[in-house]
């Protein structure tokens, strides 16, 4: 069965702070998504990995950094947290390559995050 | 500017009765549709997808339709069922492994 953990559920952090999340998968995937999720907005996404080491910005990368040193971990960082990073965030996972079956990605739990 | 819309932020149907969600995107690029179903507190679960190169396709109460022309897909829920109350989001993919998500439509079906 395939699984995507997030380390936190909930978390709460104050202005200013430095936040990490972080998402493991045991599928052997090799790309490593973070989208946040808001009302009415979807889900946009921060970053992508598609390799150990790289990254790659998505749509909303500001005051948002990666890391990825091991193919099964993918960490989202919030350099200086802010009350508008207040979000559900997401962390997905796919198996590269071009056919139908590597477009689908499998998510973590979500972490709900809100700073104070 | 989003290239994946879900217009209506929420519907309500009675159980048993049909639920119809609808999606518009303005890439014509994308060739690969997905819906995902979220219960709250949970991430997303895959539930049907669609190529570019079919109109429907269909997987037990599930049915999704693609109209290329009009740069619209809708998800066909029958009969639906109270524990289909979610909120659901639709998916397009253009190139490589991304995906560009709508907004999302949160259902209620009433007992």
């Known amino acids: 069965d395939v699984k995507v953990t997030q380390s936190s559920r909930y978390l709460v952090k104050r202005t200013g702070e430095k936040v990490f999340l972080e998402c493991v998968q045991d599928?052997?995937?090799?790309?490593m998504f973070w989208y946040r999720q808001d009302p009415g907005l979807g889900l946009r996404l921060i970053y992508f990995s598609y390799d150990v080491k790289m990254k790659e910005k998505g749509d909303i990368p500001e005051g948002y950094s990666v890391s990825r040193e091991k193919k099964e971990r993918f960490s989202l960082i919030l350099e200086s947290a802010s009350t508008n990073q207040t979000s559900m965030y997401l962390c997905?996972?796919?198996?590269?390559?071009?056919?139908?079956?590597?477009?689908?990605?499998?998510f973590g739990p979500g972490t709900r995050l809100t700073v104070t | 500017d989003q290239q994946v819309k879900q217009n209506s932020p929420s519907l309500s149907v009675q159980e048993g009765r049909i639920s119809i969600l609808n999606c518009d995107y303005t890439n014509s690029m994308f060739d690969y549709f997905l819906w995902y179903k979220k219960y709250p507190a949970e991430g997303p679960t895959f539930l049907i997808s669609?190529?570019?190169?079919?109109d429907k396709n269909e997987d037990g109460r599930f049915t999704v339709f693609l109209n290329k022309s009009a740069k619209h897909l809708s998800l066909h829920i029958v009969p639906s069922q109270p524990g289909d109350s979610a909120v659901y989001f639709c998916?397009?993919?253009?190139?490589?492994?991304?995906?560009?998500f709508g907004g999302g439509t949160r259902l209620m079906v009433k007992p």
């Open positions: 669609i190529s570019s190169i079919k």
């Open positions: 997905a996972s796919t198996k590269s390559g071009s056919g139908y079956g590597s477009y689908e990605q499998y």
């Open positions: 998916a397009a993919n253009n190139a490589g492994n991304m995906l560009t």
């Open positions: 599928m052997d995937h090799e790309n």
